[in-house]
């Protein structure tokens, strides 16, 4: 079954550097695009950042230029390098893969990053 597995989550001082990893299995990781998703308290979730099969990434406007995704195909395994942390950035980060049109959806159980000013 599919399975997707974060860590990586924690707390750090603001400016500060985390990086999270999302093990993937159950399904062939290297043609899947994958996504990160966050959900701070009171919010909904948003879409971070997202990575397609050839490594083509976009982000969302508030993380530009200080998180990078990334994907190691060999290891089944994508990466959210997150630098210049703000408090803002505060949430239960997760890892997501999807198929339009089909019920291919699936969750990770979250990581928790907490950035204190």
């Known amino acids: 079954q599919v399975q997707l597995v974060e860590s990586g989550g924690g707390s750090v001082q603001a400016g500060g550097s985390l990086r999270l990893s999302c093990a993937a299995s159950?399904?062939?990781?290297?043609?899947?695009?994958m996504d990160w998703y966050r959900q701070a308290p009171g919010k909904q979730r948003e879409l971070v950042a997202r990575?397609?099969?050839?490594?083509?990434?976009t982000y969302t406007g508030a993380v530009k230029g200080r998180f990078t995704i990334s994907r190691d195909n060999a290891k089944n395994t994508m990466y959210l390098q997150m630098s210049s942390l703000r408090p803002e950035d505060t949430a239960v980060y997760y890892c997501?893969?999807?198929?339009?049109?089909?019920?291919?959806?699936?969750w990770g159980q979250g990581t928790q990053v907490t950035v204190s000013s």
């Open positions: 990575i397609t099969s050839g490594g083509a990434t």
């Open positions: 159950g399904f062939i990781f290297s043609i899947q695009p």
């Open positions: 997501h893969c999807s198929r339009v049109r089909t019920s291919f959806d699936y």
